[in-house]
């Protein structure tokens, strides 16, 4: 007998808060994104973008990532992309995809894999990438 499994959706996507020296700040919302979660299979990001994070815009967004997808966990000059290996309603892992030997898995926030995510194109990001790496 199958069971199906219940998505969970968050909307107005918000970090975590923070705690210093006994007072807490509250963690930033992404008014309008939202997210949709089917723990242990897949994560749609969707929602409005929003114009300085106060007004949200027409431009609208979706993004569906599934287990084994391709998805960004980290940048700097470069922009590095791993594959998903683990998706539950809190954090999304995305292992390094260089190919080593031993590749460190990233678990992301729902609050940073949507901030990193949103707009994902891998051909775009693999463009940028070999401009940046003619400069560095």
Request: proline fraction near 4%; aromatic fraction near 12%; charge should be positive.
């Amino acid at each position: 007998m199958k069971t199906s499994k219940e998505p969970v959706i968050i909307h107005d996507i918000k970090d975590r808060d923070r705690t210093k020296r006994g007072k807490v700040f509250p963690g930033k919302v992404y008014k309008g994104q939202h997210a949709e979660i089917i723990p242990g299979e897949s994560i749609r990001l969707f929602g409005a973008e929003a114009q300085w994070y106060r007004y949200p815009t027409s431009d609208g967004y979706s993004q569906t990532f599934k287990l084994g997808d391709q998805a960004v966990y980290g940048s700097y000059n470069l922009t590095y992309v791993g594959v998903i290996t683990g998706v539950s309603a809190a954090r999304i892992t995305v292992t390094e995809g260089h190919g080593g030997r031993n590749p460190r898995n990233h678990c992301l926030s729902i609050y940073e894999f949507n901030w990193r995510n949103r707009h994902f194109d891998l051909q775009d990001i693999q463009e940028q990438n070999a401009r940046m790496m003619q400069s560095i």
